[in-house]
């Protein structure tokens, strides 16, 4: 066997880099690159080897981890899982601001490879800088925070774990059922320790897609339940994109006539005009959706978790026929559907060859009423008022082209964005919603414009969860990535003061001027993007927005408009109830109030099922 003497670290970039995959037909790196920010339990070791290997695994410098991880994560979301990125940390804070992402990616099933630095296997020295210590269990480490929300984990502490080490999390990655995050975390003493590698293990892989078909009994089932139905619906996930149905969900809809809701992460499935899209549905969704949901008597969730967004907690369709098609049986059970356990584009291609000659009742909903509610919801406005954050979203989407990508992932602009946004085509609604993680915004942006550097990104984001995490502006201009940051400034966390408020509390710690203070900060967010390298203007009316997101589309870096919004408006138009519990006990009459209400909505939806 020939062997190559590399220290372990040398060796897990090497292989890294000589994993491959085929993209649109042609053969890529699956891993695009590293995201590294070095400390000393990664500089020496992982740094080398990044060096040296830097023309095929190219290495970028964020700000700050948790940043980088959220770009790693919205490349690889953006790429359809196709392809993904490595973030490096060293030990202690640089490992742990990696795990809210971890979380993140978790949550939503996306890859991305996380390789924090880890103790001295050898314990030299013992306790080393930054390194955690549990009374009771010597083995514990910072990184062991990452078990949880991580699909697979390893230690490494030695040089020759690597050999079984990597190639179970690449396989964990790339498998649609499990994809997700893997940690490898690697002790830095063991990076720089060599070992005589195989050289056969860095040849050349290419990892091919799998693509699983549904039992043939189960598919009946569910094709016997469709050419049984009165009222059928199709509702459409996240995994309907990362399996690129998008084309053969079209086909079936068009070919049978079924409708089609989307959830927010298969929003865009279906362009918003096609005659089968009844547009979001849901918590947040459109007034078409969720009447066809509530009246419809069989439903095919195809590619989501069905989430309490997407469910209204279970009330929106709590006794329908409920068929799960999903890649994944913790999901497809769920909710006590009848499974169908396959790849959702090879189910979608198999329904329609079934229900060929077969058309789905019309469901008589209103389509055109809900049209008109979201141009209005939308309109510009002439008067001095704060606008909407619906009016500004309105305006961004007269602004960018059909081709344009939004994203945004917290606050009250993803469920406004789910109504309203009209996506044009696949790829261009990016929202974090799984997570829901206030500071994804920026970063995000940065790694869809990665994945997809011809399409314009336009960046949506609240004055909260800019000042969360913001630090990742500097690195798209230092990159040349640029991005359109709509920055809605309600002075505060408008979204949950409204939700505290409809709970009968009254407004407190949510908004500046509601908490506690002695001076109200005037935040000049223009004047920060431009700290960053950014352009970037504050207008103060929809016109002026408007005229300013020309300029920023014209611009050859990234570019910041600001404006004030109404903390306390909101699309009354569609939407569903969503189960937030009241205290059932009070000495506020509203709060007493609200809890009435509350158990009147419990006893109502449980009446409907």
Same mark, same amino acid.
């Given at each position: 066997?020939?062997?190559?003497?590399?220290?372990?670290?040398?060796?897990?970039?090497?292989?890294?880099?000589?994993? &491959?995959?085929?993209?649109?037909?042609?053969?890529?790196?699956?891993?695009?690159?590293?995201?590294?920010?070095?400390?000393?339990?990664?500089? *020496?070791?992982?740094?080398?080897?990044?060096?040296?290997?830097?023309?095929?695994?190219?290495?970028?410098?964020?700000?700050?981890?948790?940043?980088?991880?959220?770009?790693?994560?919205?490349?690889?979301?953006?790429?359809?899982?196709?392809?993904?990125?490595?973030?490096?940390?060293?030990?202690?804070?640089?490992?742990?601001?990696?795990?809210?992402?971890?979380?993140?990616?978790?949550?939503?099933?996306?890859?991305?490879?996380?390789?924090?630095?880890?103790?001295?296997?050898?314990?030299?020295?013992?306790?080393?800088?930054?390194?955690?210590?549990?009374?009771?269990?010597?083995?514990?480490?910072?990184?062991?925070?990452?078990?949880?929300?991580?699909?697979?984990?390893?230690?490494?502490?030695?040089? +020759?774990?690597?050999?079984?080490?990597?190639?179970? *999390?690449?396989?964990?990655?790339?498998?649609?059922?499990?994809?997700?995050?893997?940690?490898?975390?690697?002790?830095?003493?063991?990076?720089?320790?060599?070992?005589?590698?195989?050289?056969?293990?860095?040849?050349?892989? /290419?990892?091919?897609?799998?693509?699983?078909?549904?039992?043939?009994?189960?598919?009946?089932?569910?094709?016997?339940?469709?050419?049984?139905?009165?009222?059928?619906?199709?509702?459409?996930?996240?995994?309907?994109?990362?399996?690129?149905?998008?084309?053969?969900?079209?086909?079936?809809? $068009?070919?049978?006539?079924?409708?089609?809701?989307? =959830?927010?992460?298969?929003?865009?499935?279906?362009?918003?005009?096609?005659?089968?899209?009844? !547009?979001?549905?849901?918590?947040?969704?459109?007034?078409?959706?969720?009447?066809?949901?509530?009246?419809?008597?069989?439903?095919?969730?195809? !590619?989501?978790?069905?989430?309490?967004? =997407?469910?209204?907690?279970?009330?929106?369709?709590?006794?329908?026929?409920?068929?799960?098609?999903?890649?994944?049986?913790?999901?497809?059970?769920?909710?006590?559907?009848?499974?169908?356990?396959?790849?959702?584009?090879?189910?979608?291609?198999?329904?329609?060859?079934?229900?060929?000659?077969?058309?789905?009742?019309?469901?008589?909903?209103?389509?055109?009423?809900?049209?008109?509610?979201?141009?209005?919801? =939308?309109?510009?406005?002439?008067?001095?008022?704060?606008?909407?954050?619906?009016?500004?979203?309105?305006?961004?989407?007269?602004?960018?082209?059909?081709?344009?990508?939004?994203?945004?992932?917290?606050?009250?602009?993803? !469920?406004?964005? &789910?109504?309203?946004?009209?996506?044009?085509?696949?790829?261009?609604?990016?929202? +974090?919603?799984?997570?829901?993680?206030?500071?994804? +915004?920026?970063?995000?942006? /940065?790694?869809?414009?990665?994945?997809?550097?011809?399409?314009?990104?336009?960046?949506?984001?609240?004055?909260?969860?800019?000042?969360?995490?913001?630090?990742?502006?500097?690195?798209?201009?230092?990159?040349?990535?640029?991005?359109?940051?709509?920055?809605?400034?309600?002075?505060?966390?408008?979204?949950?003061?409204?939700?505290?408020?409809?709970?009968?509390?009254?407004?407190?710690?949510?908004?500046?001027?509601?908490?506690?203070? $002695?001076?109200?900060?005037?935040?000049?967010?223009?004047?920060?993007?431009?700290?960053?390298?950014?352009?970037?203007?504050?207008?103060?009316?929809?016109?002026?927005? +408007?005229?300013?997101?020309?300029?920023?589309?014209? *611009?050859?870096?990234?570019?910041?408009?600001?404006?004030?919004?109404?903390?306390?408006?909101?699309?009354?138009?569609?939407?569903?109830?969503?189960?937030?519990?009241?205290?059932?006990?009070?000495?506020?009459?509203?709060?007493?109030?609200?809890?009435?209400?509350?158990?009147?909505?419990?006893?109502?939806?449980?009446?409907?099922?």
């Amino acid at each position: 066997m020939t062997t190559i003497r590399l220290t372990a670290s040398q060796a897990a970039v090497r292989w890294l880099a000589a994993q &491959h995959v085929v993209v649109d037909g042609v053969e890529v790196p699956y891993f695009a690159g590293c995201w590294a920010i070095f400390g000393h339990g990664n500089v *020496a070791g992982i740094g080398e080897a990044l060096h040296a290997h830097r023309d095929v695994l190219p290495t970028w410098r964020a700000h700050n981890e948790q940043g980088m991880a959220h770009s790693a994560i919205a490349y690889a979301k953006q790429m359809r899982r196709r392809r993904a990125m490595v973030c490096t940390t060293s030990i202690g804070p640089g490992a742990t601001n990696l795990v809210t992402a971890a979380a993140l990616a978790h949550v939503n099933r996306i890859p991305v490879l996380f390789m924090p630095g880890d103790v001295y296997a050898s314990r030299r020295p013992d306790p080393v800088l930054q390194q955690i210590e549990d009374f009771g269990d010597a083995t514990v480490t910072a990184n062991d925070c990452f078990k949880p929300v991580s699909r697979f984990f390893d230690r490494i502490t030695r040089p +020759e774990q690597i050999l079984d080490a990597l190639p179970k *999390a690449l396989a964990t990655m790339l498998d649609p059922a499990t994809c997700g995050p893997a940690t490898i975390a690697f002790c830095q003493d063991v990076q720089a320790e060599a070992f005589d590698y195989p050289l056969a293990f860095f040849e050349r892989l /290419l990892w091919t897609e799998r693509r699983q078909p549904a039992d043939a009994g189960e598919m009946a089932a569910l094709v016997d339940a469709l050419k049984a139905a009165k009222r059928p619906l199709i509702v459409s996930g996240g995994g309907v994109l990362f399996s690129q149905a998008e084309g053969a969900l079209q086909s079936l809809a $068009e070919a049978t006539g079924l409708k089609v809701a989307e =959830t927010q992460a298969g929003k865009g499935a279906l362009p918003w005009d096609h005659p089968n899209t009844l !547009g979001s549905i849901g918590v947040t969704g459109s007034s078409a959706a969720n009447e066809a949901a509530s009246t419809a008597d069989v439903i095919v969730a195809i !590619g989501t978790r069905l989430q309490d967004f =997407t469910t209204g907690s279970r009330s929106l369709f709590p006794d329908r026929k409920l068929f799960q098609v999903n890649v994944q049986p913790f999901d497809a059970h769920k909710h006590a559907a009848v499974p169908v356990i396959g790849d959702a584009r090879t189910v979608i291609k198999a329904l329609s060859a079934a229900l060929s000659a077969w058309r789905a009742p019309d469901l008589g909903v209103d389509m055109a009423g809900w049209t008109a509610a979201v141009e209005a919801a =939308t309109a510009g406005s002439a008067d001095k008022t704060l606008p909407s954050d619906a009016q500004v979203i309105g305006a961004v989407q007269r602004s960018m082209g059909d081709d344009a990508v939004v994203v945004c992932a917290a606050g009250g602009l993803p !469920g406004e964005l &789910h109504k309203l946004w009209r996506t044009a085509r696949p790829g261009g609604y990016h929202l +974090e919603y799984g997570f829901s993680c206030m500071g994804y +915004e920026i970063a995000g942006g /940065l790694g869809v414009k990665m994945a997809e550097p011809d399409r314009e990104v336009v960046v949506m984001v609240g004055d909260g969860s800019y000042m969360m995490l913001n630090s990742e502006l500097a690195t798209s201009v230092m990159m040349g990535h640029k991005l359109i940051v709509a920055l809605l400034d309600n002075r505060g966390f408008g979204c949950i003061n409204r939700l505290q408020q409809a709970t009968g509390s009254p407004g407190f710690n949510n908004l500046l001027a509601d908490s506690r203070h $002695e001076t109200l900060p005037e935040i000049d967010f223009a004047a920060h993007a431009r700290s960053l390298g950014a352009m970037s203007e504050k207008v103060s009316t929809l016109g002026e927005f +408007e005229a300013a997101m020309a300029r920023a589309h014209a *611009a050859d870096r990234s570019y910041v408009v600001v404006i004030d919004t109404d903390p306390l408006k909101t699309t009354e138009a569609g939407g569903w109830w969503w189960d937030v519990a009241v205290p059932e006990v009070s000495d506020r009459p509203q709060v007493n109030a609200a809890r009435a209400d509350y158990e009147n909505q419990i006893r109502m939806k449980r009446d409907l099922s």
